[in-house]
């Protein structure tokens, strides 16, 4: 048995309602990324200098070393560039990724935060790479990021975004319980929920597009121009869905240059020239999804033991426990919890089988309007199925019609009519009969098999969302 961990489906096609308040089309969630003084440094106690989102091309670690231009650049986000992006952002509902470190070394600035009403969320204890961390490791020093945020900002944070994270993180954040929400996600344009156990986490996903580090990476934006652009070019396209939410990442070294500072003062022109356009914390959008979208669980496909997954699952194709065996077998995942996933998995099996086991398959349904249903001896998906096609109520001239249909049917192919019934009336049905009846069985067969997916189609999604 492989369970694959990752969710390719997520929302499907249409994500649920957003109902942003005072009917706002788009949620626009600005994040200035406070990092200045909790990034890689000897003075930190870490092994090397800085090399990461700065104006410093090809930059590289110095073991064991102080890097002095490394340390200007991110000092100029905050001697400087904090400042410049605080004059533009004070009347806006912004949030900060604060590093903790870096907060405790920033007493004006955290005031002017407050001051300013802007929601500051954890950016984690230090501006470093957790990829090989162990989780022993993560935990300490997520536990201290909290205490120490606590102290420096006056509360705890309701927020969580590490960035430079491992695939423990969010877990970790999880079921540490402290957080309304975890932002180390690039995976949607709304909030989504996540399981971890017990835990019920809510992931309020981030930006790495709209994103002012693409200044200080290959193939990134090379003037504010750009980045306004693109800034644009995303509104656009969320605000005409409509019910999105649009995330943008700031650097106070990066964004805070007064080379690009005109493109988010051109960008907010841009945005408030709009209608129904709602600026908002993260801590907001995680309270009003939280509140609009509870997250509601069910029994995932997934997760289930073998016996349980046959025991539900093994009738969809009709007394067919076989296909069910076969693809608790597959490598099931998060997208095979919803009724199109498992139907595929599902189909596989059956598509992979042979002729024999396929025609098993198609003998084992019953005939429409036939002797079973009329001694009621359908299985409760059949009789429900026959019934919703108006198949139970039959005068008998109407039943001596099918009764006729299936016996020469059979007779000539050597399986039942199928037909998925949820797709027709009594009248179409009929017409259907009287067509395919003079097919070859090589037709007929085919056309059999894809009716058993289309049955098994409308079974699962009676049952899954």
Known sequence: MTRYPRDMHGYGATPPAANWP?????????????????????????????AFLSEIVGAAQWPGQRHWNMESVYEYGARAGFWRL????????????GVATALARAPTQVRAMKEAGWEIAS??????????????????????????HTEVVGEAPVGLYIGRCSDNTVRLAAENGAFKYVADSIADDVPYWMEFGDHDQLVVPYTM??????????????????????????FDVLYAEGGRMMSI???????????????????????????????????QIADHWAAQNPHVRYERPSEMSRETFVSKYGSIFEHSPWIAEGAFELELGRTHDTAIGLHNALCRIFRSANEEQRLGVLTAHPDLAGKLAQANSLTAESTAEQ????????????????????????SK???????AVRDHDKASILDAFHRRI???????????????????????MDILP
């Open 22 to 50: 005072n009917g706002a089309k788009i949620a626009v969630q600005i994040v200035m990324n406070y990092e200045e003084g909790g990034e890689n440094n000897i003075l930190h106690g870490d092994a090397a200098s800085e």
């Open 86 to 97: 605080h004059r533009m952002l004070e009347k806006t509902p912004i949030t900060v990724y």
């Open 123 to 148: 950016h984690g204890l230090k501006w470093i790479e957790y990829k090989d961390a162990t989780p022993e490791v993560e935990t300490a020093d997520l536990e201290e990021a909290i205490r120490l």
């Open 209 to 234: 597009d709209a994103n002012d580090m693409r200044f200080a990476t290959p193939q990134g934006f090379n003037t504010g121009a750009h980045f306004f652009e693109y800034l644009k070019a995303s």
């Open 249 to 283: 990442g700031l650097h106070c070294r990066l964004m805070g240059r007064p080379g690009r500072a005109q493109a988010l003062q051109d960008f907010l022109a841009y945005a408030n020239s709009h209608d129904g356009v709602w600026f908002a914390t993260r801590e």
């Open 387 to 410: 019934a919703a096609a108006g198949l139970d109520y039959l005068t008998d001239e109407e039943k001596a019609t099918f009764t006729k249909l299936n016996e020469e049917y059979v």
């Open 413 to 419: 192919h050597g399986f039942p009519f199928i037909i």
């Open 438 to 460: 003079n097919n070859d069985r090589a037709t007929e067969f085919a056309e059999a098999c894809k009716q058993v997916e289309r049955i098994a189609d409308f079974r699962l």
